[in-house]
């Protein structure tokens, strides 16, 4: 692109005094110039989550009542969430919808961001919408 302009600046530079061949040429240059100008590749697309499954038997039915009303507010509030989302996820089947998948953190301090100390070291999170001021978290224990 660069060298388009340095080109065309350098052609209007070495045109004649005389303006009307100095517009043909300017015409011509500009008839030579495609239409469609393509950006450059910027490398491979990253398509991999790198993210791990934890198979954990969760019942949809208990779900919302193990929602912590506390621990969703300090989590829309960015002070319990995951330290890294979508590196540890569990799979909620339910019945007639489809699958939902959760974000996954120990209390033990796996993928967990807890700077306030809110959690219990027997205690597993998942959480919905984490990072959002719509954030909810439930609590579980290992079975």
Known sequence: M????ATVLLLFLA??????PAQNRAQEF????PEAVE????????????GSRINLPI????LDRN????LSEACSRLRFNQRRQGKYYVIVERPNAPPVR??????????LYD?????GPEQLYLFWLDGTSECRVYVTTAP
Do not use: F
Not at 30 to 33: A, F, P, S
Not at 67 to 70: A, F, M, N, Q
Not at 115 to 119: C, F, G, K, M, T
């Open 2 to 5: 660069l060298r388009t302009v």
């Open 59 to 62: 019942d949809p039915a208990e």
């Open 102 to 111: 959760y974000g996954y953190a120990q209390g033990s301090g796996l993928n």
């Open 67 to 70: 929602l912590s009303d506390t």
């Open 15 to 20: 045109l004649p005094a005389d303006p009307a």
């Open 39 to 50: 950006p450059e590749p910027h490398g491979e697309i990253r398509t991999k989550t790198d």
């Open 30 to 33: 500009l008839r030579r110039i």
């Open 115 to 119: 700077p306030e100390r809110l959690s």
